[in-house]
């Protein structure tokens, strides 16, 4: 009776080890795809805010701004489009310069704009100009105000360069995940491989004994999952506490109920891989092998 609670004990302590251990792999991980949602958050916010002016010509009145301004937002590319009026344009050249330049020559000389921004994944240079090409053929525009290629270059090569080192990181640790998750459940299924051997002994397939093991190690993977799961939610809900307080606006709780049930499936998955390969290695060694 003693030496079938001590096995019991140590049956239940070495899936605690395997749960502790997968849920703080998990919690890095998930850590990591966080980061990367709010990085990819952050990159689609900067690439909105570039902004392009489509300058009337002097004969044009605010009417014909409009309508363009209207034939921007039905375009596939276009995020916003706001008009700026003859009016409207004197008086914030009047706040940026202090220059009433209506006053200077009588007549308010400033064309009306329309100013407008991009989808993020129109926001590349080659876009960028094709758009501007485009846009100066209507009629009654005489330019369009767009930023710095260089800039836009150097922005979204900086965005790709930082999506690159964050997948390397995510994959890495998703490697060395396998591999602690990996070293963790051999030494939980290693307590064990006399039991292996016994059953081999009297007959039982190599399916049968491997089904509890990975089933087993399977629920682990899942309870980290869930524990994993809970500490990232209630960081994420505890944020504004520590003035972090618009990071649903990086982070959606949408995107963290899917990272939270990838981390699921992955714990589960990983378990059971570890297991089967570890159940597999001791079933095909050999009694006087199992004391190495």
Same mark, same amino acid.
């Given at each position: 009776?003693?030496?079938?609670?001590?096995?019991?004990? &140590?049956?239940?302590? #070495?899936?605690? !080890?395997?749960?502790? &251990?997968?849920?703080?792999?998990?919690? +890095?991980?998930?850590?990591?795809?966080? +980061?990367?949602? #709010?990085? @990819?958050?952050? !990159?689609?916010?900067?690439?909105?805010?570039?902004?392009?002016?489509?300058?009337?010509?002097?004969?044009?009145?605010? #009417?014909?701004?409009? @309508?363009?301004?209207?034939?921007?937002?039905?375009?596939?590319?276009?995020?916003?489009?706001?008009?700026?009026?003859?009016?409207?344009?004197?008086r914030n050249w009047t706040e940026d310069t202090g220059v009433n330049l209506e006053e200077l020559y009588g007549?308010?000389?400033?064309?009306?704009?329309?100013?407008?921004?991009?989808?993020?994944?129109?926001?590349?240079?080659?876009?960028? #100009?094709?758009?501007?090409?485009? %846009?100066?053929?209507?009629?009654?525009?005489?330019?369009? =105000?767009?930023?710095?290629?260089?800039?836009?270059?150097?922005?979204?090569?900086?965005?790709?360069?930082?999506?690159?080192?964050?997948?390397?990181? =995510?994959?890495?640790?998703?490697?060395?995940? /396998?591999?602690?998750?990996?070293?963790?459940?051999?030494?939980?299924?290693?307590?064990? @491989? /006399? !039991?292996?051997? !016994?059953?081999?002994?009297?007959?039982?397939?190599?399916?049968?004994?491997?089904?509890? /093991?990975?089933?087993?190690?399977?629920? &682990?993977?899942?309870?980290?999952?869930? %524990?994993?799961?809970?500490?990232?939610?209630?960081?994420?809900?505890?944020?504004?506490?520590?003035? +972090?307080?618009?990071?649903? &606006?990086?982070?959606?709780?949408?995107?963290?109920?899917?990272? +939270?049930?990838?981390?699921?499936?992955?714990g589960a998955l990983i378990c059971a891989l570890a297991a089967y390969i570890a159940t597999t290695r001791y079933? @095909?060694?050999?009694?006087?092998?199992? /004391?190495?």
């Amino acid at each position: 009776m003693k030496e079938n609670k001590e096995a019991k004990i &140590s049956y239940w302590a #070495a899936h605690l !080890t395997t749960v502790v &251990s997968v849920t703080l792999v998990l919690l +890095i991980v998930g850590l990591i795809a966080l +980061i990367s949602c #709010a990085a @990819r958050s952050e !990159t689609q916010r900067i690439r909105e805010q570039i902004e392009l002016s489509a300058i009337m010509k002097d004969s044009v009145g605010d #009417a014909e701004a409009i @309508r363009l301004a209207e034939y921007l937002r039905r375009q596939p590319y276009t995020l916003t489009a706001e008009v700026i009026g003859k009016e409207a344009a004197m008086r914030n050249w009047t706040e940026d310069t202090g220059v009433n330049l209506e006053e200077l020559y009588g007549v308010n000389p400033l064309s009306p704009e329309v100013s407008f921004t991009l989808k993020s994944e129109y926001a590349t240079e080659g876009n960028i #100009a094709e758009i501007t090409r485009d %846009i100066r053929e209507i009629p009654g525009v005489d330019d369009v =105000a767009v930023p710095d290629s260089s800039m836009v270059s150097a922005m979204n090569e900086n965005i790709e360069r930082l999506s690159y080192i964050l997948g390397g990181i =995510a994959l890495a640790m998703i490697i060395i995940s /396998f591999v602690l998750i990996n070293n963790t459940v051999h030494l939980s299924i290693y307590s064990r @491989r /006399f !039991t292996i051997h !016994t059953m081999q002994l009297v007959g039982a397939t190599g399916n049968f004994i491997r089904r509890p /093991f990975i089933l087993n190690n399977m629920l &682990s993977g899942v309870l980290a999952g869930v %524990i994993a799961g809970v500490i990232l939610m209630a960081g994420l809900a505890g944020a504004p506490y520590f003035g +972090i307080t618009d990071i649903s &606006s990086y982070i959606p709780w949408g995107v963290c109920g899917i990272i +939270i049930a990838a981390l699921l499936v992955t714990g589960a998955l990983i378990c059971a891989l570890a297991a089967y390969i570890a159940t597999t290695r001791y079933l @095909r060694k050999d009694y006087d092998d199992l /004391f190495k």
